[in-house]
């Protein structure tokens, strides 16, 4: 008997792969990439390196589809609706469950495995929402919650003898304490995402990706850009992105497309990297240096020498001096 397993990452779906392993079923560990994991924000790979680290701990087959270009269509109008932020959690679900059977017919399998437990998650994970996603995915009755299963319907797999109900659990609301219980009682120590969890889920965050929607730029390339730095909306069609840290600016520098600026203190200052994406009039320039100047330490001096060029990678510096944004302007522009 094979089953397909869904791995996120994180200890939930780590615990139902393995129990389901214990009782003898097949595996076949399945991934979906998304730019939106919370266990490694400022990655572009999510938790598919913590989700193929699982499958080889469990010595099972592993497979990654990426949904990304899918999911931002779900994400600007979700049939479901949103959480508390911009997460379409019911949406998503529906979405991976769909991808899920279309596998498992290719594989052979006969049902799916989920780490979910019941009540965990106020929006897609109460009884109603479960059923919701397991019908409109068309998979109704193929879809089992080991960590959940003797607090809901009994399933096909259970129905039809292929594992035992008596062996499934009863885990149900946000508590992690019985999870980690189980985990040591197994075994399983490295777990580098415990709770899991998703970027549309944060608040800031989501006002970043909300700000993307409003002004028609939402695409991969500036989905990624969400994730570093300082964000400030210069007009309907110009942003720029400023580096926190050495890493981000690094990344920014990486990031940047030939139609982008890039925009850092010359080396007599200490100062932020950043990133000028959409139309960039002269007085839009000198708005950004005036921002990176504000990052900058100034050691006592009234303006920076800040540099600014082209994405490209030929392309010449310029130099601008440019004193600090004031504070109104600096935070009207904040996203």
Known sequence: MKAIA????????TLAAR?????GIGLIALNFKTPFCLCDRKSSSGCFSHSRQVAYTLGVEFKSINVTEEFLQIIENPKHG?????????DCRILKFRKAKEFMQESGARFIITGEVLGQRPMSQHRNALSLIDKESG????????LSAKLLPETTPEKEGWVSRERLLNFSGRTRKPQIALAKALDIKDY??????????DPAFSRRLRDLI???????SNVELLKLGRHFRLNPSAKLIVGR?????ERLLNAAKGSDHLFFPDESLAGPTALGRGGLSDDLIKRCAGIVSYYCDLNGRQEADIMYKRGEPACQALALKAPPLKDN?????RI
């Open 6 to 13: 869904l791995i996120s990452g994180g200890l939930d779906s």
């Open 19 to 23: 129990l389901m392993k214990e009782e």
């Open 214 to 220: 409003e002004h028609k730029e939402l695409n991969i």
């Open 245 to 249: 840290d050495e890493k981000e600016n």
């Open 82 to 90: 949103r959480g508390s932020n911009m997460n379409p959690c019911i």
């Open 329 to 333: 302007e600096f935070m009207q522009l």
């Open 192 to 201: 580098p995402c415990p709770a899991g969890g998703c970027l549309l889920t």
């Open 139 to 146: 998979l109704e009755g193929l879809v089992l919650r080991p």
